[in-house]
């Protein structure tokens, strides 16, 4: 993973991000034998919206830091492991489940990486893009594409530590 | 006599998958009589379905598995519990170890995971 971790988010340190990306790639090698490739990470600008795809998987942190860290997949990504797992529930509920079980990796990531002091929110669902995610001040979003069977989602780790 | 399976985890689609795993051969011993979505329902299952074993996620809406675990314990004292969950640092597992858990699997699982772990917790 090429990851610069610019001076604006300089509080967040690399491994802080490594750890999320960790938590989605052995989910996938996991759960469906199948790697999953993470390319290079780009901060997002304050004018972009959160490349949201079809279902977004967020968990809120706060206490020793905030903000939040989602998971967002196109329907086919999700499709295609349900159908890898044996799953014969294909409705928009099996595609939000799923992408709430990929974000709920992060929570015991997090624990694990961060210790105690962090407050983790369940996972909160969304389907569809439109959705506007709040943004911290004066931080930018990390954005990871990632690459799993041909199709691409994306992990979104926007935090900073709490003051 | 087959032993009585409960799982209990918010994840449909990670009980269902549990559920699948369970018609592993090696786990013949073992029959699926009902899924909770939380530790409340497990409880109203457990009391009419008197389960030997019971899987349980930690991370719950309405009764957590920590919670449901105890509960669990004082409902039916001889039940086997094999935790399943992401949160799988030390001090959680310690905790639920110590409240009547058999066994820790961390999510994410590989199949043939679950199936060892589950032939280690219940002595299969």
Known sequence: ?163 | MRQRLLIVDDSMTTRNRIARVMDDPRLTGLRVVGQARDGAEALQLARSQQPDVVTMDLTMPTMDGAECISALVSLLPDVRILVISALSDKLTAIRVLKRGAHGFLQKPFEDHQLVETMIEAIHL
């Not at chain 1, 604006?8 to 989910?27: H, S």
């Not at chain 1, 797992?85 to 992060?106: P, R």
């Open chain 1, 1 to 163: 993973m090429n990851l610069r971790l610019s001076s604006v988010n300089a509080e967040l340190k690399r491994r802080d991000v490594e750890v999320f990306t960790e938590a989605v790639g052995t989910y996938f090698e996991r759960t469906t034998r199948k790697k999953a490739t993470v390319r290079s990470a780009y901060l997002l600008e304050s004018r972009d919206a959160f490349p949201l795809s079809d279902f977004t998987g967020t968990i809120t942190l706060s206490g020793r830091f905030r903000g939040i860290v989602c998971f967002t997949a196109p329907r086919v990504l999700l499709h295609h492991v349900l159908m890898m797992t044996g799953e014969s529930d294909h409705s928009d509920l099996a595609h939000c489940d799923l992408i709430g079980e990929i974000a709920n990796q992060f929570a015991g990531q997090a624990r694990r990486h961060f210790g105690g002091g962090l407050e983790i929110s369940p996972p909160a669902l969304l389907m569809g893009h439109a959705h506007v995610i709040p943004r911290l001040a004066g931080n930018y979003p990390f954005v990871l594409p990632l690459t799993w069977h041909g199709y691409e989602g994306s992990l979104i780790v926007h935090m900073e530590p709490n003051p």
